[in-house]
């Protein structure tokens, strides 16, 4: 996770396949999460598939920019993410990381 100096923070999150799959295809545009971390607008989520059955990483990640965060209606602690895509060119495609 990068520290937060002016610019974004990147997360590195894991995501459960069926979740993972739903934001590949644009169904699924937020993450609803424990508001552990801070997260701001403009923060930017690695989201890494996690196979809870294997207890194991598949491989697959994700990067999705935070567009807005809201705390209406939520359980105590957490918080629902908008998320949006990111420039593609400022992301190394291997390791699916943000380029400052």
Same mark, same amino acid.
């Given at each position: 996770m990068k520290k937060r100096g002016g610019e974004c923070m990147v997360h %590195?999150?894991?995501i459960w396949p069926e979740y993972f799959d739903a934001v590949e295809a644009g169904l699924k545009?937020? %993450?609803?999460?424990?508001?552990?971390?801070?997260?701001?607008?403009?923060?930017v989520l690695t989201l890494? %598939?996690?196979d809870p059955t294997e207890q194991a990483y598949t491989g697959?990640?994700?990067?999705? =920019?935070?567009?807005y965060t809201s705390t209406f209606?939520?359980?105590?602690g957490y918080?629902?993410?908008?998320?949006?895509?990111?420039? =593609?060119s400022?992301?190394?495609v291997r390791t699916e990381q943000t380029i400052p």
């Open positions: %590195e999150l894991k545009t937020f %993450e609803i999460r424990q508001d552990d971390r801070g997260y701001k607008s403009g923060d890494r %598939e996690y697959r990640a994700l990067c999705r =920019r935070v567009t209606a939520q359980r105590a918080v629902v993410m908008a998320l949006g895509n990111i420039d =593609r400022r992301v190394n």
